[in-house]
C-alpha cells in the first residue's frame, strides 16, 4: 500500500486542523476536567460573604468517592443490563435493514430509509412530552395492548430501550448502508452471475464485507449506550421509578448542573471514561484482527 | 459582630469590583448620593423567564435613556441557576438575574451576586417583613429585591364537591376524611395526589405546619430538614398515599393535566399563581374550580406557606450594579412598572402595594369575581423560612427519596430523614459550619 | 410498471424473487415502527392546548393553524430568528465538520507517517470522555478568551466529530483504490490534487451520510448552546423550544407552541434529508473501479 510520503509534511498539514480543534475544544477541556476532579470548594462558617469559599486540591478524594459510591455501581448494574438489550436489538435491527436496503429488488426502499433515520431527528425537547403521551397510563394507545404499566417498575427499563433502539437504529442503519454502497458492486455483479441468491450474497459476500464497520458500530455504541442519559432523563419527569442516579452519567449531570458540583462530576466522569476504555478495548481485543481490515 | 463583618466585606467586593472594572460608577460609596445617575451610558443585560418582560424593560429604557437594559429569556428552573452559577464563575455573567428565593442563597454562597443594601433601603418599607427575610437570608445585607410571591391556597372543583356530596375541608383530618369519600364512591376519582418530584410544593404545606428547614444561629447554620412539623406532614401524606385514597402521580405531567381535565382530580394545592398552570393544563376544567384556604392542622387557625416567588439579584461581576440595582428597584416597586408585570408577565407582585392592582380575577376564575381578594385573605398567613445554601441538594434528594417511598408506599417519614441527612452530609462535605 | 414487473419474474423464478417482497416488507414494518411516534407530533401540533389533553393521543385536533399563529407572534416571531440560528449553525457546522473529517479520514486511510495511529487514537478518544461533562469546561475557557455567548462559541467545538473522522477513514478505505492514487501520483498529481480531484469524489456518498449525521447532531443540541448562549437572540431551535417548556413553576408550559415548534423543526430536516439522499444512488465507487 503505498503513499509512503517519506518525511513528507502533507498528512500533518493535511490533519492540522482536526488535530488544532482536538487540542483546543477536547484536549485542553478534559485537562481541565481532570484538573478539577482533583479539586473541590471548601466552605468557611456560614460560607456567605467575601472568601468564605474557596477551592482547595483535594487529590484522589472525588475518585475515591466515585468508586466508593455503591449507587453509582448500582447503576452500572443497570446500564450493563439495559446496554446488553439495546445493543443486540439496535445493531440487530440496523444490520437488516442496511441489508435489505441494499438488496437489488426492494422496492419503497427511499421512503423506508428516511423513516427509519427520522426519529434521530425528533429533538430531546419534545421527547419528555411524546413519550408521555405514548406510554403514560392514562393516555398510551398501549395501555390495553400490553396490559401493564409501561413506566411501572417491571417495565421501565424495556420502556427506555425502546426509546433507545427507536432512536439510534436508522443512524447505524445508516452507517452500514453507505458502508456497503462504498463497496464496489462488481463484487455482487460476479456472485450474482454464480447463481448465488440475495440472502447468499448477503451472507457471504456483505456481511464479511461489513465486519469491520459493525465492529466498530459496535464499540461507538457501546460507548454511547454506557453513556446513557437521554433516555432515562426524558421518563424521570413522568414516573418515581427512575432516580436521578439510574445511570452513572445521570449521577454526573445531576453534580454538574443540579446540585453545583462540578468537581465530583468530574472524576465520575473520568471513571466512566475509564470505563468505555475497559469494555471497547475489551471487545476490540476479542475481535481484534478483523476491526481494521482495511488499513 | 459577625454580620457587620459580611456587610463591610459586602463593600469591599463592591469596591474592588468597582475598580477593576474601571466604569465610571463607583460602586457602594457614591451611591449614598441618590441622584448620582451615571452620565455616560451603561447596557445591562437581564436573565429571566417573565413572560413579556421585553414590554417592561421598553418601558423602563424609554425613561432611561442612559440605561439601557436588555432582558434575554431563558429557561427556569435548577439549571438556570446552574447557568448563572457558571457565567459568574467564568467572570461573564449578566448584570441582573431573576433568582428564586430557594436558589439565592446559594448564589451568595458562591459570591455570584452583590450586595444591593444602598439602593435597597429606600424601598425596604414596600415589602412584608417575611418576604424581605428571603432576601437578606437574616443577614445584614440585601442580595435582591423581591419579585413575586406564591403564599398557597387550596383550589378545588366545586361542581365535583358537589356532586360527590362533600364540604370544602377546613382541617387536615376533615380533607383525609373526604379523600376517603371520594375515592370510595369512585375509585377512579382521587381527592388529591402526592408529587414526589414538587419539593417546593411540599416546602410550602412544611412551612404551613411552621417547618424551619434551615435557619442561622450565631455563625452556624441549623439544619432540621425532619423536623417534628415536617415529619407530621411527611407521615400524614404517608398515610394517605399507602390507604390508597390519594393519587401518587407527579404533578404537571401529560398524565396529571389529563386527570385535571377528566374531573379525576378534584384538589390542588396550591400556590396563588396556579391560575396560569391550570388555564394551560386544565382548560376543559374553565370556570369550575374555586378557592378556599390552605386545610389547617387546628381547627381555627389561619396559617399557609410560599410555594415559589422569585426576586432580583444583582451580580457581583456587573461592571454597573448600582444602575442596575437602581433598575431592580425601580421593577419592583414602580407602579407602572407592576402594572406592566401583572398584566404582561401574571406577576403576583411581591411588593404590598402590587396586591391593589389585581382587581380583575383571572379568566380561569371568572366565576369567582373576587378571586383577588379570596386570595389574598387565604394567604395572608403565609410563613416562610430561610433557605440554607444548598437547596439544590436538599430538593434533588427530595425527588429521589420519594420517588422511592411513594413506589414502595413505605414511610416517608424515613424519606424526610433521608434527605435531612443528604443535606447535613453535603454542609458537612463542604465545609459549612454546623450548630448542633 | 414496475410492481408488475416485480410480481411476474417472482412467478417465473420463485427461487430468487420473494426476497424483493421480504425486505420491502420488513423495511415497511421498521418504518411504521419508527414513524408511529413521531406521527403523534404531527397529531399533537394540530391540537388546541385544550384538546391535547382531552381528546384521544392520536386524534386529530382542530388548532394547526391557531398554533402556527400563535407561535408566528410570539415574542414577535423570536422562533423564526432561532430556527435561522439552527439553520447556521447546523448548516455551518455540518460543512466544515464533514469537510474536515472528509480531509483527516482519507489522510488517516491513505497515507503513512509516524505517528498516525496515535492521532487517529486521540482524535476517536474524545468520544469517551461525555459531553456533558465538557460543556461546563469549555464554556469557561471560551469565556476567558471572551468568546462565550457568540456565534462562534456554538459553532466551534462542534467542528470536531470523532465518528464523522472514523467512518470518514473507514470510507476513505474502502472507496479510494490505492492503484489510483498511485497511478495519479506517477503522473504528478500533487497532494492537493489527489485529494479534491481524486479522493473527495469517490467518498461521495460517505460524505452525504457524515453530512446529515453531522446536521442533526448540531440541529438537536442542547446542552453546549445552552451553556455557551445569555442572549436569547442567538438561541438555537432546542435551547428556544426549552424557555418554553421550563418557564418555570408559577409559568404555563406552552405546550402546543413546543409541539408545534418541534413539528417545524423536523421539516427542514426532511428536505435535506430527501435532497441528499440522491446522492447515495450514484454509484461512484463503482465507475471508479471500472475506471
Known amino acids: ?295 | 459582630m459577625h454580620m457587620n463583618r459580611l456587610a463591610v466585606a459586602a463593600l469591599a467586593v463592591a469596591l474592588v469590583a468597582g475598580c477593576s472594572g474601571g466604569a465610571p460608577e463607583s460602586g457602594a460609596r457614591d451611591s449614598a448620593a441618590p441622584s448620582s445617575a451615571p452620565t455616560e451610558k451603561v447596557e445591562l443585560t437581564y436573565w429571566n423567564w417573565v413572560p413579556g418582560m421585553e414590554k417592561v424593560v421598553a418601558a423602563w429604557n424609554a425613561a432611561n435613556p442612559n440605561i439601557k437594559v436588555t432582558s434575554s429569556t431563558q429557561a427556569g428552573g435548577d439549571d438556570a441557576a446552574t447557568k448563572f452559577l457558571t457565567a459568574a464563575k467564568a467572570g461573564n455573567p449578566p448584570d441582573l438575574i431573576q433568582a428564586e428565593y430557594q436558589a439565592l442563597p446559594s448564589f451568595v454562597a458562591a459570591e455570584a451576586v452583590a450586595d444591593i443594601k444602598a439602593q435597597a433601603d429606600p424601598v425596604k418599607a414596600e415589602f412584608g417583613d417575611g418576604i424581605w427575610g428571603l432576601v437578606t437570608l437574616g443577614t445584614d445585607a440585601v442580595y435582591g429585591i423581591p419579585q413575586d410571591s406564591g403564599p398557597m391556597l387550596f383550589y378545588y372543583r366545586a361542581d365535583l364537591f358537589k356532586k360527590y356530596g362533600i364540604a370544602v375541608p377546613k382541617t387536615w383530618d376533615e380533607y383525609a376524611e373526604a379523600a376517603r369519600t371520594v375515592h370510595q364512591k369512585d375509585p377512579k376519582v382521587f381527592l388529591g395526589t402526592f408529587s414526589s418530584k414538587d419539593p417546593g410544593s411540599f416546602a410550602g404545606l412544611a412551612q404551613q405546619a411552621g417547618a424551619q428547614w434551615w435557619s442561622i444561629s450565631g455563625d452556624a447554620w441549623k439544619v432540621a430538614i425532619d423536623d417534628e412539623p415536617s415529619r407530621k406532614l411527611a407521615d400524614y401524606w404517608g398515610g394517605l398515599v399507602k390507604e390508597g385514597v390519594i393519587d401518587d402521580m407527579p404533578y404537571f405531567t401529560p398524565e396529571w393535566n389529563k386527570a385535571l381535565n377528566d374531573g379525576k382530580l378534584l384538589t390542588w394545592p396550591s400556590a396563588i399563581w396556579a391560575p396560569g398552570p391550570l388555564a394551560s393544563n386544565a382548560p376543559k376544567s374553565k370556570g369550575k374550580w374555586e378557592i378556599a384556604q390552605l386545610p389547617q392542622w387546628n381547627a381555627g387557625e389561619n396559617h399557609s406557606g410560599f410555594w415559589g416567588g422569585s426576586s432580583v439579584a444583582v451580580a457581583a461581576g456587573s461592571k454597573h450594579k448600582e444602575a442596575a440595582a437602581k433598575f431592580a428597584a425601580w421593577l419592583n416597586t414602580d407602579p407602572e412598572a407592576l402594572a406592566l408585570l401583572v398584566k404582561e408577565g401574571a406577576v403576583y407582585p411581591a411588593a404590598t402595594k402590587g396586591t391593589s392592582l389585581l382587581t380583575e380575577a383571572p379568566e380561569y376564575f371568572s366565576n369567582v369575581p373576587d378571586f383577588w381578594k379570596q386570595a389574598a385573605e387565604y394567604g395572608a398567613g403565609a410563613r416562610g423560612f430561610t433557605f440554607g445554601p444548598n437547596v439544590n441538594v436538599a430538593y434533588n434528594s427530595f425527588k429521589d427519596a420519594f420517588d422511592k417511598a411513594a413506589l414502595n408506599k413505605s414511610s416517608f417519614g424515613d424519606a424526610l430523614k433521608t434527605i435531612h441527612d443528604a443535606t447535613v452530609a453535603d454542609m458537612t462535605k463542604s465545609g459549612f459550619r454546623l450548630a448542633q | 410498471m414496475a410492481t408488475s414487473t416485480a410480481r411476474s419474474s417472482h412467478r417465473a423464478n420463485g427461487s430468487r424473487r420473494p426476497l424483493g417482497l421480504v425486505p420491502t416488507g420488513v423495511l415497511l414494518l421498521g418504518a411504521v415502527y419508527c414513524l408511529f411516534p413521531v406521527s403523534w407530533v404531527v397529531v399533537a401540533a394540530t391540537k388546541t392546548s385544550g384538546e391535547l389533553f382531552s381528546t384521544s393521543t392520536f386524534a386529530l385536533g382542530t388548532g394547526f393553524f391557531q398554533n402556527l399563529a400563535d407561535l408566528a407572534a410570539y415574542r414577535e416571531g423570536v422562533f423564526w430568528m432561532w430556527m435561522l440560528n439552527t439553520l447556521l449553525y447546523a448548516g455551518g457546522g455540518a460543512l466544515l465538520a464533514t469537510a474536515i473529517a472528509a480531509v483527516s479520514g482519507y489522510t488517516l486511510a491513505k497515507y503513512r507517517f509516524a505517528g498516525r495511529d496515535l492521532i487517529f487514537n486521540l482524535l476517536i478518544g474524545g468520544i469517551l470522555v461525555p459531553a456533558v461533562v465538557l460543556a461546563i469546561p469549555q464554556y469557561l475557557l471560551f469565556a476567558k478568551v471572551g468568546l462565550a455567548d457568540t456565534y462562534w462559541s456554538v459553532l466551534l467545538p462542534q467542528l470536531l466529530s470523532p465518528y464523522s473522522i472514523y467512518l470518514a477513514r473507514v470510507y476513505a478505505g474502502a472507496a479510494i483504490p490505492d492503484a489510483l492514487l498511485e497511478a495519479g501520483r506517477i503522473d504528478g498529481a500533487s497532494h492537493w490534487t489527489l485529494l479534491t480531484r481524486v479522493a473527495m469524489p469517490l467518498m461521495g456518498p460517505g460524505l452525504v451520510t457524515i453530512f446529515l449525521f453531522q446536521f442533526v447532531a448540531i440541529w438537536n443540541n442542547f446542552l453546549l448552546p445552552f451553556i455557551m448562549l445569555g442572549d436569547d437572540g442567538k438561541f438555537p431551535l432546542t435551547v428556544g423550544l426549552y424557555t418554553m417548556l421550563a418557564a418555570g413553576a408559577n409559568n404555563p408550559s406552552l405546550y402546543n407552541l413546543i409541539l408545534i415548534g418541534t413539528f417545524l423543526a423536523l421539516i427542514p430536516l426532511i428536505a435535506l434529508f430527501l435532497t441528499m439522499q440522491r446522492f447515495w444512488r450514484t454509484d461512484l465507487s463503482g465507475g471508479a473501479v471500472k475506471a
Do not use: C, H
Open chain 1, 1 to 295: 500500500m503505498n503513499p509512503r510520503a517519506r518525511g513528507s509534511l502533507a498528512p500533518y498539514l493535511l490533519l492540522a486542523p482536526a488535530v488544532t480543534l482536538f487540542t483546543l475544544f477536547m484536549a485542553v477541556p478534559i485537562g481541565y476536567t481532570v484538573y478539577l476532579s482533583l479539586r473541590r470548594t471548601l466552605v468557611s462558617g456560614l460560607g456567605l460573604g467575601k472568601g468564605s469559599r474557596k477551592e482547595v486540591f483535594v487529590g484522589l478524594d472525588n475518585y475515591a468517592a466515585a468508586v466508593g459510591d455503591g449507587e453509582l455501581w448500582m447503576g452500572w448494574l443497570r446500564v450493563f443490563g439495559y446496554a446488553a438489550l439495546v445493543l443486540a436489538v439496535m445493531l440487530g435491527l440496523a444490520l437488516v435493514f442496511a441489508l435489505m436496503l441494499d438488496t437489488a429488488r426492494v422496492r419503497l426502499a427511499r421512503f423506508s430509509r428516511i423513516a427509519i433515520y427520522l426519529p434521530y431527528a425528533v429533538p430531546g425537547v419534545a421527547a419528555s412530552l411524546m413519550w408521555g403521551f405514548l406510554y403514560l397510563p392514562s393516555l398510551s394507545p398501549f395501555d390495553a395492548l400490553f396490559g401493564v404499566d409501561l413506566l411501572g417498575q417491571s417495565a421501565v427499563t424495556y420502556s427506555m430501550a425502546n426509546i433507545a433502539v427507536w432512536g439510534g437504529t436508522g443512524f447505524n442503519m445508516l452507517v452500514l448502508y453507505t458502508n456497503l454502497r462504498a463497496v464496489p458492486q462488481d463484487l455482487y455483479q460476479a456472485a450474482r452471475i454464480d447463481g448465488a441468491s440475495e440472502l447468499q450474497i448477503a451472507l457471504r459476500v456483505k456481511i464479511p464485507i461489513l465486519v469491520p464497520g459493525i465492529i466498530l458500530t459496535t464499540v461507538f455504541s457501546i460507548i454511547a449506550t454506557v453513556q446513557v442519559f437521554t433516555e432515562p432523563t426524558a421518563l424521570r419527569p413522568l414516573t418515581n421509578t427512575l432516580s436521578s442516579t439510574w445511570s452513572p452519567l445521570m449521577k454526573v449531570y445531576r453534580d454538574a448542573f443540579v446540585t453545583g458540583d462540578l468537581y465530583s462530576a468530574a472524576a465520575t466522569a473520568m471513571v466512566i471514561a475509564g470505563i468505555s476504555v475497559v469494555l471497547s478495548f475489551g471487545f476490540l481485543r476479542v475481535v481484534r484482527n478483523r476491526a481494521f481490515g482495511e488499513a
